[in-house]
């Protein structure tokens, strides 16, 4: 089974974002990740955690709503985060975030998330087992 | 995209015929190289807003579309909120009311040279850019509500601003109609500390030079001459914005469903203006608009502020603040008779032909200057508006260059570093918080910026009065 990974990938004026893992939880801990590599390539401290919850009526909305809860916690705490945990159970997500407040000189950040959108939204699970979370970022 | 699946209309206006559940045609105004160029997406979404209920006349798609949520971006669309119209919030985008403003400075190219390098970092430092930059403004939850109602009015009663700029603002820089009480908590908190500030991505300030003149006589109007050094500030509603969007949209799905509208794309979701979340969603976003209106308002002032120190004598007179990702009600004729129509437009720029009344008196002969933001290499134009635009368009024409390539591509070809050291060898001067942001944005990226304008003349939407190359650029 591959290793839980994460990359972006082309749309024509922003970006796309994927994370896989062998759960659910863990395509989207990936898909926060690919979230966080569209804005910068540098490392980041794990200082403070966040935690939120979100609710879908499908895990792919959910998906949307996990990103944009993440995009909302950057732009309001001015942070940015380099760790996740998800645990999902009947639709309901408790995420736990982990990051520092940003920093120009050091992170570097590139075009900032506007929100995630439900253009190009996937959430699925490959017939190898593994789970991929995709969707495009506006930015 | 392939020429063969349009009919042909005349040599800029290329026709998809109405077919399935399209309630009314699309009209792409381009020429051939940019169709043949076009994403083939732009056919998809448009043909799927064409299927929206309510839909007037046709979906218009202005010559430097690409790829956008449910809308192409380029597209303009009309709905007659009488008969069942909707209105949707990927049809105005996630950015509210971003847009361009262009102000004159009076100073010459040569005026620059000897200080552009201070001139470009004092930008660089009074303008924040990028995420963990910070305004200087902190709004409490009264001012927020203030601002939301007041626009450009509010940023001027504090004095970022100037009275006199109100007339060159469109909505005289403050929107009718705006609910503070409709926008969210989390949309308010998300601007709390983001008021003057530019945002990344596409957003920019730049200062820039008249390469070229194209109509004399519309130029005199705008007060623009040959090597005349212009401020032109392109950025939206920030955060408020993003959030207002992002919470619509998923509102907006569970209404179109339950309102029996068929969705061929999520992102297409809308809801008839004749609602409660119609209306609700209208309130907020016209609050939205007061809020770019207000900081580019804001930003003005801070460009105003750095040319001060360096040009005491110089007076910084704003040109036009335009919107491009917008919602409006506006009368337009249809069948002969004259009606309000909720005029959606997503990346296209409002552009009222001459005699127009709500331009001001000094425009109104000329036709409302029209803001077209190319890329930071490339340079920019400032078009008209023309008398055929309103009945091409509903008076609508191109917002930018629109991207050819993605920034993964982008990415892939080009080193930031490398394109700040290329333009600085051409006399341009880029500062971003991200060499990474900047490689993103680079001018290979884009649409040639020529070709589109070029477009948009041939096909009446407007026509081009002048060309500016930049000289400094402050990228987000």
Redesign the interface.
Known sequence: MPTPGWEDFPHGADVGIRGWGRTLEQAFEQAALALTGVLTDADIESQTSVEVECDAPDVEVLLVEWLNAIIYEMAVRSMVFGAFKVTINDLHLRGTMWGEPVDQAKHMPASEPKGATYTALRVAQRPDGTWSAECIIDV | MDPSRFTRLDPTAWQIEPTGAMRVPGIIYADEGLIRDM?E?VYEQTANVATLPGIVKAIYVMPDA?????FP?GGVAAFDADEGGVISAGGVG??VSCGVRTMLTGLGASDITPVQKELTDSLYQQVPV?????GAIVLDPLETDAMLKGGACWAIEHGWGETRDLDRIEEHGQMAGAEPSCVSD?AK??Q???MGTL????HYLEVQAVSEIFDKKAADAYGLKQDDVVVTIHCGSR?LG??I??EF??EM??VAEAAGIMLP???L?CAPIKSEVGQRYLGAMRAAVNCALANREIIGHYARRVFGHFFPEAELTLLFDVSHNTCKVEAHKTDGASKPLFVHRKGATRAFGPNHPDLPEALRKVGQPVLIGGSMGTGSYVLAGTATSEKRSFASACHGAG?AM????ALRAWSGRQIIKDLADQGILIRS?????VA?EAPGAYKDVGAVVMAAEAAGLARRVARLRPLICIK?
């Open positions: 994403d997406k690409h790829w956008g949520y449910g971006i996630f950015d990028g995420l963990g930059s910070k989390r908190e998300r709390r500390r983001e945002g990344s991505g596409n955060g993003h959030q969007g992002t949209l998923r799905l569970s794309d999520r992102e979701a991207r993605s920034r993964h591509a918080p991200s060499v990474r942001g993103e987000g």
